[in-house]
């Protein structure tokens, strides 16, 4: 089983960069499809971005253009690169690994949330961007 740890939130003034990162340990990404989750106090979480075994990338309307993911499997880890921040995102932010099936097109958010073996989440990070 892969565990997953992210690094790299805090605080940022609106406008501002921050990049999120998650360490994976005990399996290989290579096999994993990645995505990243947030969720706001007292709202309902949400997927901001996806990531597949080929390196093909979705988004959130909300974040596009403005977020960027990408890996680096040499280190077992994938981060988001978060420019322009707005306050709208602070959030606790996750790191999510989907085992690849070979039916799997891995492009859905919500599959990453069913409580199967298949995902792993991280134990998320705070991220605040002040106006």
């Known amino acids: 089983q892969v565990q997953l740890v992210e690094s790299g939130g805090g605080s940022v003034q609106a406008g501002g960069s921050l990049r999120l990162s998650c360490a994976a340990s005990g399996r290989s990404l290579n096999t994993y499809c990645m995505a990243w989750f947030r969720q706001a106090p007292g709202k309902e979480r949400e997927g901001v971005a996806i990531?597949?075994?080929?390196?093909?990338?979705k988004y959130a309307d909300s974040v596009t253009g403005r977020f960027t993911f990408s890996k680096d499997y040499a280190k077992n880890a994938v981060y988001l690169q978060m420019d322009t921040a707005k306050p709208e995102d602070t959030a606790t932010y996750y790191c999510?690994?989907?085992?690849?099936?070979?039916?799997?097109?891995?492009?859905?958010?919500?599959?990453?949330?069913?409580?199967?073996?298949?995902?792993?989440w991280g134990r998320g990070i705070q991220v605040t961007v002040s106006s």
């Open positions: 990531m597949d075994i080929e390196g093909r990338t």
């Open positions: 999510v690994a989907r085992f690849r099936r070979p039916w799997d097109p891995c492009m859905v958010f919500s599959d990453y949330e069913k409580q199967i073996l298949d995902n792993t």
